[in-house]
């Protein structure tokens, strides 16, 4: 299992001093923010290359995949096939995918913007899979999307898409809000789990919520994912849709982070199923 954090918790800080922060807190790698005019790929490669660090993913700047209007899906589209030649270029084996961070109802009706969804991903993934790229779709909870709101409607969605390099990307956080059973959904998921996002039930660090992340932990484990675990906690405060809140919030966030890291190896190692020696 390899560690990174989203550096979207970071704001805008420059990721020289990023990565120098993660490596020294222990990470392994980072999700990075497709936001494509502040990086080149060159630039990344060096950076993250001198302090032992891999792009292990890339989440999407705030386009519309499943939006009414042909204009604004071709926007979409053609951002995604952007940031997949990005991913190319950095080494990243994953891209997370969701609807418009923000748009909580459909503006026509939910079916056709499904529908748009679903042939926009196919596009991508056929795009995504020439580069050997994989899709991960992240559920988000409804007051931040009304596409993706369970790991069932995932199922179901990647099942339509019907490509093998979509998956699922599920976010502990998200999930808290939306998942009657967070472990039963990460084991619904199962082999399709692409992705997982930790922060706990108030999207604070690991264990200073009510999330129960050694359950979570487990299922992971039982689920026998492969993949990383991308940390995506924020500072204290209100607006969900800034990292960057009151005073103090880069040194909090930072904080929560090591906290995180510390908890979550803890977590994995109580959840190994015991050893021949221990019986
Ligand atoms: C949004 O809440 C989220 O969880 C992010 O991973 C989306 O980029
Ligand atoms: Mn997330």
Request: net charge negative; glycine share 12%.
């Given at each position: 299992m390899k560690y990174g954090v989203c550096?979207?918790?970071?704001?805008?800080?420059?990721l020289v001093s990023t990565a120098a922060f993660l490596a020294e807190a222990g990470f392994d790698g980072v999700e990075l923010e497709g936001g494509l005019r502040r990086y080149q790929a060159d630039e990344v490669n060096s950076i993250l290359g001198d302090n032992g660090l891999a792009v292990l993913s890339l989440t999407p700047e705030d386009v519309d995949l499943a939006h009414p209007e042909a204009r604004v899906r071709k926007e979409a589209v053609d951002y995604y096939l952007r940031l997949l030649d990005f991913a190319a270029a950095v080494g990243a084996p994953v891209v997370s995918c969701h609807g418009a961070v923000g748009r909580v109802r459909a503006l026509a009706g939910y079916e056709e913007e499904y529908q748009h969804f679903v042939s926009g991903v196919r596009h991508i993934a056929t795009r995504a899979g020439e580069l050997n790229l994989r899709l991960a779709m992240e559920v988000l909870n409804r007051y931040e999307s009304h596409l993706l709101n369970t790991a069932t409607q995932a199922v179901e969605f990647v099942e339509e898409v019907g490509a093998p390099n979509v998956g699922i990307l599920l976010d502990a956080y998200h999930m808290n809000i939306e998942e009657a059973d967070p472990a039963g959904a990460i084991l619904d998921a199962g082999g399709r789990l692409f992705l997982f996002h930790a922060a706990d039930s108030n999207r604070q660090a690991v264990g200073r919520g009510h999330s129960d992340f050694l359950a979570l932990t487990r299922a992971l484990g039982r689920a026998g994912y492969p993949g990383d675990v991308i940390l995506e906690c924020t500072s204290t405060g209100p607006d969900p849709f800034t990292p960057i809140k009151g005073e103090g919030w880069l040194a909090e966030v930072r904080q929560f982070t090591k906290e995180s890291l510390r908890l979550l190896k803890g977590y994995a190692d109580l959840a190994q199923p015991p050893g021949k020696d221990d019986c």
């Open positions: 550096n979207w918790i970071f704001g805008a800080e420059d």
